[in-house]
């Protein structure tokens, strides 16, 4: 029945009875189409999709198997950061090393480019001198 004739048929029944009796008569009636009411059969299937308590507990463990597990790649992951801080400190020491030995180098090579100036000025002026007649 629709909502419509449902106004229809209280108003009938107010112009025929009281207004109580009215009232109680249309309670007597269903608010919608027998059709579109809901059984218990229904709804106890529709709910037997929903998660039960053993479900949630089911859940529940397996969350605790994932935390445990995620405890310890977290304890890994720290053993790891330890060791990686270890071996940045001796990169650290490795790269200073490397500085102090290329500045060492340099002075090195510096150190040898002024004797090879050095004997290189030397032989071309006892050339020199020798070619002048200054020395012989």
């Known amino acids: ?19 109580r009796r009215a009232e109680y008569l249309m309670s007597c009636l269903a608010p919608a189409p027998l059709s579109d009411l809901v059984t218990k059969g229904f709804l106890t299937g529709e709910l037997a999709r929903f998660a039960t308590k053993d479900d949630l507990a089911a859940v529940d463990e397996k969350v605790s198997a994932v935390d445990e597990k995620v405890s310890a790649v977290n304890e890994k992951v720290s053993v790891l950061d330890t060791r990686v801080t270890g071996l940045d400190r001796k990169v650290d020491a490795l790269v200073a090393q490397r500085a102090e030995d290329r500045a060492e180098d340099r002075a090195t090579s510096r150190v040898r480019h002024y004797w090879l100036a050095g004997i290189g000025l030397t032989a071309v002026v006892s050339i020199w001198l020798d070619t002048a007649g200054v020395i012989g």
Do not use: C, I, P, T
């Open 1 to 19: 029945m629709s909502e419509e004739d449902r106004s229809r048929l209280y108003a009938w029944f107010r112009e025929q009875l009281d207004e």
